[in-house]
């Protein structure tokens, strides 16, 4: 062996015992773009060292050294009593207190996914917890949960089980978070974090998204910017209550936690039993928010949204164009309205079902789900075949996790629903409307029977609008023991994935929408058996800018349902022309929340060419990049934001004019996202104006628009008699082949 073998032989052995030394004290868990390493000594605490841009093995293998010693990793109660935990308990004998310590690290391959798991030991109790961090390489995103084991012959008390814990250094660090309400949700507050304890959780019990988020954002670098600045996006994949907690202690550094609310919910961990945390998924970004936003959509569309790589279609909604005054001629009629404007899909709302008791407002049915021929005396099969004859699908809307006091449901089993002992029920919608117990197993069958019934009656329904209208008011379940009343909003999240299970296994390619009196379930927790979410019950064009663009911060355009409305809004009583509202819907997946025959002439055919024009640009917009350009809370005047397609040949810019002010200097937005070597040409859709724009079929470079963009018109010129103080525009802009 000459001596270049031997130097190639050694240095290879050297690096053998580098990696070897690295695996068993030091894990490195990639992604494309990030790492994560983890100290994870046999029989010692298992410790968080780096979350950031991927780094070499050399640099991780040095990582302490630059760096220092890291923090917990997942920390627990008890030994050490000061600082926030993940995880806390309560054993048989009354002892208060964990020593988790490393035991193992093992990893394997499941469904695409790399995941690598730390087995942690008590010292002296039969506990056992697994933090578990999965990786998804390409759409750099990846999650972490716990498992959490009572190995012992009593039971167990969990009092706190975070999914996980990160520990942020100390600096200029901004939390962004999303907090709403009722056709207001999903408002963006961003502010730099302050000493003291940051929390936002949720105790709905069923619709955890309609007044706080539990995806944020945490800019380590001042402000947050759409395209500068390290960022980790953080988002829990969970249907119940939440809580999200950053501590910001003496020391200056953040902790931050997310997980289960435990705030009346402790849990009674039994012999042999395991308790699986929700997965917390967290994405790094060296670029800003706008990379966050883009890695969490294309895992979204690829891994967790249902049908997420399938094109949505183009729909009308009954709700606001007749509210429950839904009759077989209206929705004939209705029918017919989106079929000639080249519309997809025909979604028939509330109000349909109910014998003895008709649901014609809100307090009564629910729980009821016969057709009821007064209304509709060909039933559901009647307006099948309407839909059939005018060449589009059908689609309808249920609430089966739902009753009313006024119910054959209710009147028959009125052990079914959420409440206390020795009270009477609180009740919400219409003071009749209550919480089913999904906690139940029975009540699981009674609302999976709702959705089979109905695909297996008619097995040509294309859509369910599933809707949840009410929180759980009080607390009490009629079939857990009185042992376990704490577990009330945990197994009602268990039972709803149950049912939801049932149904994707038997029913995986129908449509669903989750709709929760508007934006109430958009959350990773429920997207998994959800195909789009409705963002709010607010479909007034302006505000739908904000509410959409808190929204795409973490969700993709692929689910957003984004609908015309009409003029006076149904909710602000504002009046926006046509052209502005398609514009916006067009942003999302466009629909229609409208009454066709109050709609004129003209705006049926501008409606019908946008439409048309939609189908074009489809693919970009459900499936393309999303770039925020100028955001309405900047208060510039203009919001904008574009989609760039996969191979960048396509791209469909939007600008909205936000307020009007005379000889008011909006900005000159410029463009992102485009291959700056690309020419691009310029075609203008939903145009109203009599006169093209100036740059109407020019052509490009991306260096050119994404260095000095295009000057849009404040206004639109239109005959003297359509001017309005409205402008809107959407381009679309085509590589030259």
């Known amino acids: 062996m000459n001596c270049r073998s031997i130097t190639l032989l050694f240095a290879a052995i050297v690096s053998m015992i580098t990696v070897t030394d690295l695996a068993a004290r030091n894990v490195k868990i990639d992604t494309d773009n990030s790492s994560i390493i ?80 730390f087995t942690l030991k008590d010292t002296y109790y039969p506990i056992i917890v697994t933090v578990n961090y999965r990786t998804w390489q390409g759409e750099n995103v990846m999650e972490t949960w716990t498992e959490i084991k009572n190995n012992g012959k009593k039971n167990v008390t969990l009092t706190r089980f975070a999914s996980g814990h990160l520990p942020i250094r100390g600096g200029d660090v901004w939390l962004t978070h999303f907090y709403g309400n009722a056709k207001n949700e999903a408002r963006m507050e961003s502010s730099p974090l302050e000493h003291g304890l940051k929390v936002i959780k949720n105790r709905s019990g069923v619709r955890n998204s309609r007044y706080a988020h539990s995806e944020v954002l945490l800019s380590l670098d001042g402000k947050p910017a759409e395209d500068k600045g390290r960022v980790i996006g953080a988002a829990l994949e969970y249907n119940g209550n939440y809580k999200v907690k950053i501590d910001t202690d003496q020391s200056n550094n953040h902790y931050f936690f997310s997980g289960i609310n435990e705030e009346d919910s402790q849990y009674i961990l039994t012999p042999g039993e ?50 429950f005054k839904v009759n077989e001629k209206e929705m004939a009629n209705m029918m017919k309205n989106i079929a000639d404007m080249g519309g997809e899909l025909f979604v028939m709302d509330d109000g349909w079902f109910g014998t003895k008791y008709p649901r014609n407002n809100g307090s009564a049915g629910l729980g009821d789900w016969v057709v009821d021929t007064k ?64 906690a139940n197993p029975k009540v699981q069958d009674i609302v999976y029977t709702v959705v089979d019934t109905l695909l297996t009656k008619y097995p040509e329904i294309d859509y369910i609008k599933w809707d949840a209208n009410m929180d759980i008011l ?127 002439d003209k705006e049926k055919e501008q409606t019908k060419k946008a439409i048309d024009e939609y189908k074009s640009i489809r693919p970009i917009v459900q499936f393309g990049d999303l770039y925020r350009l100028l955001s309405p809370y900047d208060d510039k005047g203009v919001a904008s934001l574009m989609y760039v397609n996969d191979s960048k040949d396509k791209a469909v810019f939007y600008w909205w004019k936000t307020r009007t002010f005379a000889n008011d200097m909006l900005p000159r937005v410029l463009m992102a996202g485009l291959d700056p070597d690309k020419n691009y040409t310029i075609r203008e859709l939903n145009r109203i104006d009599i006169k093209p724009l100036s740059f109407e079929g020019k052509t490009y470079s991306g260096k050119f628009l994404m260095e000095n963009g295009l000057e849009i018109p404040q206004n639109h010129k239109v005959a003297k008699q359509n001017e309005t103080d409205w402008s809107s525009r959407v381009l679309l802009l085509e590589v030259n082949n």
């Open 38 to 117: 983890i100290n994870a000594e046999n029989g010692k605490k298992l410790s968080h060292l780096y979350y950031g841009s991927k780094i070499s093995e050399t640099d991780a293998a040095n990582i302490t050294q630059a760096l220092g010693k890291g923090n917990l990793a997942y920390p627990d109660y008890g030994m050490i009593t000061l600082p926030e935990t993940a995880i806390a308990m309560i054993q048989p004998d009354g002892n208060m207190t964990l020593d988790l310590v490393v035991d193992n690290v093992s990893s394997r391959k499941e469904n695409g996914a790399n995941i690598t798991t």
């Open 474 to 600: 009080n607390h009490g379940s009629q079939y857990l023991t009185k042992d376990n009343q704490s577990h009330l909003y945990i197994e009602y999240e268990k039972g709803l994935r149950k049912v939801l299970d049932r149904i994707r296994s038997k029913y995986p390619d129908v449509t669903i929408q989750a709709c929760s009196a508007g934006g109430g379930r958009v959350n990773y927790g429920f997207l998994p058996w959800f195909d789009e979410y409705w963002v709010s019950d607010n479909t007034d064009a302006l505000q739908r800018i904000y509410l959409q663009w808190g929204i795409s911060q973490f969700f993709p355009a692929i689910g957003m349902s984004s609908h015309i409305s009409a003029s006076p809004n149904h909710q602000t009583h504002r009046i926006i022309p046509i052209k502005y509202r398609t514009d916006v819907a067009m942003s999302g997946r466009l629909g229609m929340e409208i009454q066709p025959d109050n709609m004129t």
């Open 274 to 323: 395991t308790f699986i945390t929700p997965p917390l998924a967290l994405a790094w970004s060296s670029n800003g928010t706008g990379e966050i936003s883009r890695n969490f959509h294309k895992w979204a569309r690829k891994h967790k949204l249902a049908n997420g790589e399938r094109e949505r279609k183009i729909l009308l909604n009954s709700w606001e164009g007749v509210y």
């Open 375 to 438: 209304k509709l005396p060909n039933g559901i099969n009647g307006l099948i075949k309407e839909a059939k004859k005018n060449g589009i699908d059908f689609g309808i809307w249920i609430e089966p996790e739902m009753t009313n006091t006024k119910s054959e449901l209710y009147e028959k089993h009125p052990e079914y629903i959420i409440k206390p002992a020795n009270r009477e029920p609180v009740t919400g919608r219409g003071n009749t409307q209550l919480v089913l117990d999904l």
